[in-house]
Each structure stands twice: as C-alpha cells, then as structure tokens.
C-alpha cells in the first residue's frame, strides 16, 4: 500500500477523523445528520463517525468482523478500523493481575502470558490492547496497583520489556497485537494515592523511578504509548510537549503512536490549561499527541484551527502516517478482518494449554508470608473447610477482558478437587465489605467457628472483592476488615491447622491478623485458574516461590517503599528520629520477601575485588543452599547503595535478582556482575553518570537485608 498516496487523498476532515478513537456503539448510531443517540454527547455526526480511524472496547470475532463491514461500506478511502481493547492480565482465559505476575520476578512467564492472551485476543478480532500498564506505584491506598508490577523500577522494567515481547513478538506475526505501554507518564504517583490526582515530582526522581518501566517498553519497540490522565508538574499528560516531544520522541526515539487516555483530551479544561475544546485540540496536537480518545476535539477544532495558522498540516500529517502505518503494519489493508475466525475463538479460549500456563502463573505469583507448621496440608485429611467471601467466588480480578467468574474456579472447587476423599465443607464467614463490623455477620462468624472447629483443617479466604481495586478505586484505609479480622480470629481460637489466604489487588495491611493466622498466603486475584492453583500450593503438590513486588505496610505507612532516601535521622535514635507513634516504623514485611515449603541459606557476599574501574566490572558471588526439606526455587536478589555521592541516594536500589532452583541439599553459586551502569544516576550537575566513591552491595532473598560488603569506583 502506498500510504504517501493515500495520505495525500485525504481531506483534512478525513484526517482529523482517523485521530479520532470512539466505542463501537456511536458508529453503528445510524442517527442521520442531526447529531443524535450516543453521537449527541460528542457533538458529531455520521460525517465524522463514518470515517473514525480506531474503536476502543468491542470484542469478539463476530462483533469485530461486522463493526469493519460497516465501516469499510462507508470510509471513502477504504481504511480499516484499528480494534483496540484492554487486554490486561488475558482476553479469555485469564492469569493472575499484573501485580501478581510481578510478584512471580518471572519475566519469561510474563512474556508466555502475554502471548497467549495476543493469540486469544487475535482470534476474537483485536489488534492493539492497552497494556502493559508499568506504572510504578508506591502507594498502596491508589487503586490500580493491581495493574501495575510493584514498586521496583529493575523489576519494572524487566516485566515491561517481557509483556511486549509477549504481546508483539519479534515483529507482529499474525498470532500477535500491538502493545500500548502506559501510563505516560508517572500516574502511579498521584497525590495520596488517589486516581486521577496531580502528579508533582522532581526530574531526578520521575527519570530513576518512574520512567525506566516506559522506556524499556519503547526499547522493546512498543507500537504505542498511552499518556496519562494526571498533571505532571502542572501540565497534563496529552498537552505535556516536554514529556511526549522532548522526552519520549526526540530523546528516547519512539516513532509510534501516542494516544490519550480515556477523554484526557477534553478533561484538560477541568485541569484549568484550556478554556475550550479548541484549545485542548491546539496543545494536545502541539505535543505531538496522534489520537483522541473518547472525546473530539480534533475533529470538532482541528480544521479551523488549520485555517487559523494555529497548526499545520504537517503536523496532522505525521499523527495520521504514524496510525496508517500501525494499520499497514499489522497488514490489515490487505486482510481488515485480520484473524478474527469464530472457529478459533472456540478451539484456543479456555483450551486446556491455556489453562495451564494461567495455572502455573497463578502458582508462581503467591506469597507465602508466614508457616507455623499448618502447610502444606495433608491431601488424607478427612474433613476441610473452606471459609471466607472469596471460598467459593471465581476470583479473576479487574479488567477480565472477556473472562467471567463462572468459567474460573474457586478455592473451593480446587480443594475438592485435590483433597478427593475429604468432606469439604463450606461457610462465607463474612462479606468483602471493608467497613463491615463483626456484630453484623455475628452468626456467620460463630457459623464458621463451629465449623472450624469440626474440621481438620481449615482455608480461610478473605481480603478484597476484585472491583475493590482498579481505576478510581482508592482506599484511604487497606486494613483487613474488622468482621474479616474477627473471623481469622475466631476460628484461628479452635482450629490451629488454618491457612490464611488473602486475596487482593494491592498490598493490604495485614497486621489486624498477621500474628493471629498461623500460616499466611498472598494469592492476589488469581485468574481463571486460581483454585486450583491453590489447591497445589496448599496441598504441597507444587512449591511457592513468589515474592513481595511491593511493601506490604502497616496502615498508616502509605506510601512506603523499600527505596526511599537516607536521612538525618534515621529510625532507631531515639525521638526525634524518623518514626511513628501509634505504629511501628518497619512495615509488616518488606519488598522481595517471600517465604517456601524448604529454606535456603545465602552466603556473605564475595567480590572479584573491592575496587573498580569505569571500564571495568565486578562479580559478585554468594552461595545459596536448600537447606530444607523441599525441592524449591529461591529469588536471590541484588541491591547497591551509593554511600556518598553529589545526592543522598536510595539506601538500596535493586539492580538484579536470580531465580535458583535447587534440590534439598543441594547449592549453587549466584553470580551477579556490578558495571558502571549499575552505578549511574542523575548527579546535582544534571549529568547521568557514576561519582567515585564507595558503594555498599547486598545480596539476599528480601530487602530489608542488613549484610553488606563495600567496593570503590576509582
Ligand atoms: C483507563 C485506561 C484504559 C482506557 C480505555 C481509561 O479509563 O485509564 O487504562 O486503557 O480507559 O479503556
């Protein structure tokens, strides 16, 4: 396809429209000329609608395949719609929350995740989905941690650049989609970890922390990036030239689309940076933004302000090539159904291989916190009950895509599944509400007990319904319930054999109950394949291996994290140090911690030598053994401090982990090297570059490790 002759047929009203991305109910509105239906609260008509470049939010062969018959029928150019959607931890069949897959620091799971879910998505028509989603997050109270791999810019990154290597492949086969990272730039780090608030930050710390998750995903050749909701230093996302022109295009090269999010166009006038739809058009195109989303401020200004010399043709020129080449790229002028096949929509959603890998990501991504004993269970106990709002509830989280509920299995199916010859029995115990107090489910409560108290064993499932977290679902308080703590509480008091399982989309506080559960487990929300992911786990058949990928606090602390900056005076001197004084100054458990059914020991750390040169390296070695009883795979983990620079520096910044799997008895050696970019931040000259000096290096399986060994860059 020649696109530069395309491009030149083009009306300028053809232009504007192809910038412009709707939901696929306002282009079938057949509501002729007089703006009516769905298209009224756009202000459009059909003129427009007809010739709209990308719909956002159908699924499904069926629906795909008729919504670009309807548009072919009518775009004078023949351009076929783009379907974009949000694919975000699966289309059909559905894995644990991103969350969870962070908590797995198994980036090649990440990577088969998302490649299944292009497969899937591919056959229900789809070809861009809006993920990944790598926004860092150090505040638990904001909603959409769920969606986000934690609090680690390494981690963060290797996860990003894993997902679009998943989604995308080497170069969008046909079994592949276009990824979309975002949120551009920062939304994780909205003003008290509420969605949508402003974002304020220092150069420093978005180019450290935030922005290393986008640019792996850009370094992996993501065909679009989606800028966020929120100000960043007073300008929103899709008017922040800075943020999408300086940094994302000319610095880090990113030639592809940059779409807003959802209205971001028209919500710049809340934002008190324009008085009009007109000028959000001028300073949303003037930051090189390509498409609108869900509002229409280009197609509504965009020509007049051409007329007017505010903006140039050149400039709708580039956004309109950038989208017409995605398009020919994923080849749909030759094929615009691409392939969307109903028949293999039934023979790959839900197929057993898919279940499998949802399965085995399910596995890796919980969190063992604690085990006095209770676990793994025993698959001949007799009689099992299984507690809580989330026993019998398929939990697979927000953004479910096209899964549902009923195709997922519960705790519960999953125990029964295992456990053949138990009576397994059932009780809710209490609801998901978080203000719910005790006296109100009083005879669940004593229900459960009784139960509890029959029972051999018990599973306890609790913590947050799926819509609990997400898109503007912000808690102030991430507190265990109290008629939830009540209830651990209560059958905890006859039944010592019991497991907490904690069911979640963002870290919860956990201490109403932490020293109550004799055995603790951080199952996120699972997916479709959850309870029987848990019922290996808990039945010992499969090992845990996950780790913390955010700090788990207690309430009160958010946010925290385990890579903040030293201070003056540090916790443990006493007063008028860095402390609270209703709660303890350490949170519950720490970033990277996570417990298995065998122990490992690690080594001090050794160094090739306790200096290194710019050009030089360093290797850094521990020995790890399995010291239990298990087979079991251990997350040995890097971090560094830079004891003395132009700028007070993270007291530890991770800079690599190892997943080791070993024997019981068995050991190996972890080695890590240390160059000198590992080394490199954003010094008080504005230079990105290592300072001489020593630095601290620290290996182990948590972050709140004490150990370390020094080297100098000379
Ligand atoms: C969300 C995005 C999402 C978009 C389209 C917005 O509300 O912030 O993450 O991709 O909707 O569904």
């Not at 956002?56 to 008729?66: D, I, N, P, S, V």
């Amino acid at each position: 396809m020649d696109l530069q002759k395309l491009l030149n047929e083009m009306t300028v009203d053809e232009k504007l429209a192809q910038m412009t991305q709707l939901v696929p109910q306002i282009i079938t509105d057949k509501g002729e000329g007089a703006v009516t239906g769905p298209m009224r609260n756009f202000g459009i008509t059909r003129k427009v609608t007809s010739k709209i470049g990308t719909l956002l939010g159908g699924t499904g062969a069926e629906q795909l395949k008729f919504l670009q018959d309807f548009h072919m029928d009518e775009d004078p150019h023949k351009i076929p719609l783009l379907f974009m959607a949000d694919i975000i931890h699966g289309y059909r069949t559905l894995y644990p929350v991103p969350l969870g897959l962070g908590a797995s620091f198994d980036t090649e799971l990440a990577e088969q995740c998302c490649a299944m879910a292009a497969k899937e998505a591919v056959a229900g028509g789809l070809h861009v989905t809006f993920a990944p989603m790598v926004d860092l997050v150090r505040d638990a109270r904001w909603g959409r941690c769920m969606e986000t791999t934690g609090e680690d810019p390494y981690l963060n990154s290797k996860m990003s650049a894993a997902m679009v290597r998943g989604f995308q492949g080497e170069n969008l086969e046909k079994d592949k989609i276009a990824a979309c990272v975002k949120h551009f730039a920062a939304y994780g780090a909205c003003d008290g970890g509420r969605d949508y608030d402003a974002v304020e930050l220092g150069d420093r710390t978005l180019r450290e922390f935030y922005m290393p998750a986008y640019k792996a995903a850009v370094d992996e050749g993501v065909e679009l990036v989606m800028t966020s909701f929120n100000t960043l230093n007073g300008v929103p996302s899709s008017a922040n030239k800075y943020l999408v022109d300086d940094i994302l295009r000319k610095e880090w090269g990113f030639d592809g689309i940059v779409i807003s999010d959802f209205n971001a166009f028209y919500e710049m006038i809340s934002h008190g940076i324009a008085a009009n739809e007109k000028e959000c058009a001028k300073k949303a195109l003037d930051a090189t933004s390509d498409i609108e989303m869900m509002s229409t401020c280009y197609v509504k200004f965009g020509k007049q302000l051409l007329e007017e010399g505010e903006i140039t043709e050149k400039q709708l020129d580039d956004a309109v090539m950038r989208i017409l080449k995605l398009k020919e790229k994923l080849g749909l002028f030759d094929d615009p159904y691409r392939g969307a096949s109903v028949e293999e929509e039934k023979r790959l959603h839900l197929c057993k291989e898919h279940r499998d890998l949802a399965r085995v990501a399910a596995e890796k991504s919980a969190v063992l916190l604690k085990n006095d004993g209770v676990l793994p269970l025993d698959e001949n106990v007799k009689k099992i009950a299984v507690i809580g709002p989330a026993a019998d509830h398929g939990m697979i989280g927000g953004w479910f895509c096209c899964g549902t509920v009923a195709e997922a299995v519960s705790a519960l199916d999953g125990i029964k599944g295992i456990a053949k010859n138990a009576d397994v029995k059932l009780a809710f115990g209490s609801t998901f509400d978080p203000n719910e107090k005790p006296e109100a489910v009083a005879d669940r409560i004593s229900e459960a007990k009784q139960l509890a108290a029959e029972c051999d064993a018990v599973v306890l499932c609790i913590g947050e319904e799926m819509d609990m977290s997400g898109e503007s679902h912000t808690r102030a308080r991430i507190s265990i319930s109290d008629a939830q703590a009540e209830l651990v509480k209560e059958v905890c008091s006859v039944n010592k054999n019991t497991v907490t399982v904690i069911y979640c989309g963002r870290p919860l506080a956990l201490e109403k109950i932490n020293d109550i559960s004799p055995a603790t487990v951080i199952f996120w929300h699972p997916g479709t394949e959850g309870g029987n992911a848990l019922a290996n786990l808990l039945f010992g058949k499969v090992n845990f291996q996950g780790k913390l990928p955010m700090t788990f606090p207690y309430e009160g602390q958010s946010p925290y994290f385990y890579n903040h900056l030293p201070t003056g005076r540090p916790n443990g001197n006493g007063g008028y140090c860095l402390r609270y004084l209703d709660t303890p100054y350490e949170p519950v458990y720490p970033f990277g911690y996570g417990m298995s059914y065998t122990t490992f020991e690690i080594s001090s750390p050794t160094l090739s030598s306790n200096e290194m040169t710019e050009d030089g390296e360093i290797t850094v070695s521990v020995n790890v053994k399995n010291t239990g009883n298990a087979h079991g795979i251990e997350t040995v983990q890097l971090y560094i401090n830079d004891v003395t620079a132009s700028v007070s520096r993270p007291v530890k910044e991770m800079k690599g982990y190892q997943k080791v799997e070993l024997a019981p008895g068995e050991e190996k050696t972890v080695t890590f090297k240390i160059t000198l970019d590992a080394l490199k931040f954003h010094t008080f000259s504005g230079e990105y570059k290592a300072e001489k000096g020593k630095f601290k290096v620290f290996v182990s399986n948590r972050s709140d490790v004490k150990e370390f060994v020094e080297f100098k860059l000379i």
